[in-house]
Each structure stands twice: as C-alpha cells, then as structure tokens.
C-alpha cells in the first residue's frame, strides 16, 4: 500500500492542489468578506429565487455532494480515517475545497453521466489518506487545506445542511450530523444577534436619558432584544446569518409595527384581523390575495392587484377612485397595515418561513399617471416587505399589451440583486396562465380568476370572513 500512495498523491498534488494554491495566491477580493458574492454565485442565486431550482448544472452538482457526503458517512473506520479527520478539521469540505470538486467532476466524465457515490466516497478517501501520508498530518490538514471561506460559501455550508435534514436519501449519520451543525450556527449567530441588539437597546438609553430619542425606538429595541429565539432565527436565516444586518433588519421590523399598530403591539403580538378594521376597504376589494397552496417549489403566493379606477372604471366592488380614498382616510399606513397582515399570514406557513414568498402584482388597466400617483403608497408596502423576516424570492408583473410603464416600477428597484428577481408578463391572459405553470411552478388552482386561474373573488371574501370568525 505505501509503494503506491506517492504515486497517487502526487498525481491529485499536480492536479488538484494547484487550482487551490492559484486561488489562495489570489487572495480575498478587496472588500469587506461579509458582502462579497462573485456574479456566479449571484446568478446561480437569482436564478433559484426565479424559477424556484437552481441551474441544472448546479442542481446535479448539489444531488450529488449529498450522495457523496452519505456514502462517506458508510465507509469503514479503516478506509476513511484521514478523511474523516479532514472533514472534523475544515467543516467546509464538501463546500469549497477543490479537492472534492474535482473529485466529482472525474467521477462525472468516467461514469458517462452515471454518478457513482461509492466509488467517488473511496476515491475521496484515498486521496486524503495519500496527502496525509506524503505531507505528514499538519501540513496535510493545514491552512492551505481549503481555500479562504467567503460568505457565500459558508451561507452554502449551512443551507445544505438544512436540505439534509429532510432529504429523503440522506441516512441517519448525515442527518444527526447536519442537525449538530445547524443547532451550533444557530445558538452562536443568535449569541452575537444579541450582543448587537444588547448594544443597541443600551445605546438607545442613553439617548432617552439625554432626550434625543423618544419612548417608541428604545420600546422598538427592547422588543428586537426580547423576542423568542425562532424570531432571531429567521431574521438571521433572511439575511444570510449576517447577525449585523439581521439585527438591524429585526429593530427595522419592530420600529414598523409600533408606528403602524402604536405600543400595545408589544403585549398583543402577533396583529389579527380586527386590528384591521379601518382597512376593510382596502381588504374587501382585494388589494392583496394570498393563495391557498405553495408553488411546486413550496414558496407562497401572494397577489397584489391593482385597485384604482381609471377612467371608464366605476365598478365600486372592483376599484376605487383616488378621491373616494380620501373621504374615507384611508392614507399610505392604510395600505402598509394590509401588507403587514398578509405577510404574517403567509410566515404561518412553514413552507413560506423556510422557501420564503412569490409576490405577483397584477396591473393590467394600469396607466403611467395612476402608477406615478401610487408611489408613495408602494413606498409604503415596500417598507413593510423589506423588514419582514421572509425571502422574497420573486416579484412577477403582470402588465397589460405593449405597455412600457412599468419600466418605472423596475426603476425604483435600489437593489441590483432584485431585479434579477423581476419577471415581467406582458402576454394573453392564456399565455400568461401557460409561463406561469410551465416555467415558475404556479398551476391555476392557485391564482385568481382574473389572472386566469379557478380562485373567485368570494373565495377569498370567505377566507377574510373565516379568519374573522377564528380571531386571527
């Protein structure tokens, strides 16, 4: 066995550590490791949040990390000790070290596009056994063992961990594995989160004792730092354990629902409908819809449609006229409070806290002067949805014929990495029913019957008056 482990190392040494000396050579990029994202990675990203999948490549790349992972959990002690030592020294291994990779990538054009996870799991292990043998054990499981992690890679590491704690093949080895690794993320990111917003609650203090803050942000931070453990999970989870941004994201949150809902939020809790009586108009003529199932790919639905009156629209049961809203009082916060609801509704779902949420607006009829004219009131929801703890994965427009207005909307987009996610629908209402189903996942039981879809307005008017009835 030791006349053939040189041989065998030095053949993986030429052709697998020099790609990872060439990019520990290279560096970290020249900016802060906790936003750095490489545009592959973005795109991969974008593209997954669109169509609910990741590229095909990728995808098949992804399967089989797992089945590798499962059939390195199988291997005897005898043939796997130095791997499995590799695996205790860089928790990252079947993310970003290239050794793995490569691995995978011989295994892919050797088996003609058959995947052998047995075979790859012994390769893997021979390969380690091999570097160790050469090296000695503290080169072998030294720094240069893996390449530098960025944040991308580690956000990879822990979202493969949660797909293997309900992937049907993963075995009982892997399972427990990844639910040690999850438990110890999530109990250290929620430590630093609380060392944050500690700071922060304390900071706010000491403006109030010297009168620059008033009593709602000191309440707002108190309230970030005292909510349940799961909550700071979540919002943790939405900006990619990034506990700074996160931190800030919660106290965003509680600041939100303390001017929307005034102070007793914090002893109510959770908003129900009743607190909604002065939005019944706005919940009556369906300004946002949340569908009865997830899409294929277990996101939520929710569908905002457009209910100003333009001209030659008069059916009050249907829009409602700028002017009639003014009579009423019903103001930006009006239309925030009703973003605020049907975003909680949709996180009651564990599919939507996990897989996150798909936001359909229908504008169809829409024109530029009414959508100019609604900015603030936009600017209102989208100050809701960014402080949510939930993914929006996908924003879908739906426009009506050769309309070129909702460039505009694409336009006050801040965010490059959204629009990405910005799918536009400018099609028949058939062809629109089609793309819908076939490439996003989204069949017709589960829209509206004014997108094309079997859901009627009275559906959802029973579904306000059920939740009316059951106090939530």
Avoid at 173 to 194: C, P, S
Avoid at 247 to 264: H, I, K, S, W
């Amino acid at each position: 066995r030791k006349h053939h482990a040189a041989p065998l190392a030095a053949s993986y040494k030429a052709e697998i550590d020099a790609v990872l000396e060439q990019r520990q050579r290279d560096g970290p990029p020249r900016v802060d490791s906790d936003v750095a994202s490489n545009s592959s990675s973005t795109d991969r990203d974008a593209h997954a949040d669109v169509f609910g999948r990741p590229p095909p490549g990728v995808a098949r790349m992804e399967e089989r990390l797992i089945a590798l992972e499962s059939a390195v959990g199988r291997l005897p002690e005898s043939e796997s000790g130095a791997l499995r030592l590799a695996i205790r020294r860089q928790p990252l291994l079947f993310v970003n070290c290239p050794h793995t990779k490569l691995i995978l990538e011989r295994e892919d054009e050797e088996g003609g596009g058959h995947f052998d996870a047995e075979a790859a799991a012994r390769r893997l292990a021979r390969y380690w056994e091999s570097r160790r043998s050469m090296l000695g054990e503290e080169i072998c499981y030294g720094p240069g063992a893996c390449a530098v992690p960025f944040l991308d890679d580690y956000t990879q590491f822990y979202e493969r961990n949660l797909t293997v704690l309900d992937h049907p093949d993963a075995d009982e080895f892997a399972r427990k594995d990844a639910e040690r690794m999850v438990d110890t993320i999530n109990m250290r990111k929620v430590e630093a989160l609380e060392t944050i917003l500690d700071q922060m609650e304390g900071d706010a203090r000491e403006e109030h004792v010297e009168g620059e803050v008033d009593v709602s942000k000191l309440l707002a931070r108190t309230m970030a730092l005292t909510c349940p453990r799961v909550l700071k999970v979540q919002f943790l989870q939405v900006e990619n354990m990034v506990e700074r941004r996160a931190a800030q994201r919660l106290v965003n949150y509680c600041d939100t629902g303390l001017e929307l809902f005034g102070p007793a939020l914090e002893q109510r809790g959770a908003v129900k409908l009743r607190d909604l009586d002065d939005c019944s108009t706005l919940l009556e003529l369906g300004l946002f819809r949340l569908m009865p199932f997830e899409d294929d790919f277990g996101r939520s639905i929710l569908v905002f449609r457009k209910i100003f009156a333009e001209e030659g629209e008069e059916d009050s049961s249907l829009h409602i006229s700028e002017e009639r809203l003014l009579q009423l009082h019903i103001d930006d916060d009006h239309f925030a409070k009703v973003a605020w609801y049907f975003g909680h509704a949709a996180l009651e779902r564990v599919g939507c806290q996990r897989n996150g949420l798909v936001v359909i607006m229908d504008l169809r009829g829409a024109t530029q002067r009414s959508s100019t004219n609604i900015k603030a009131k936009r600017r209102a929801i989208r100050r809701v949805t960014h402080c949510l703890p939930v993914n929006v994965r996908a924003l879908h427009c739906v426009v009506g014929h050769r309309t070129s207005w909702w460039r505009s909307i694409l336009g006050e987009l801040a965010s490059v990495a959204f629009r990405r996610r910005f799918v536009v629908h400018a099609g028949t209402a058939e062809e629109n029913l089609d793309v819908f189903g076939e490439s996003f996942g989204i069949k017709p039981d589960n829209l509206p019957d004014d997108l094309g879809g079997t859901l009627s307005r009275e559906y959802f008017l029973k579904w306000l008056q059920d939740r009316r009835t059951a106090g939530v």
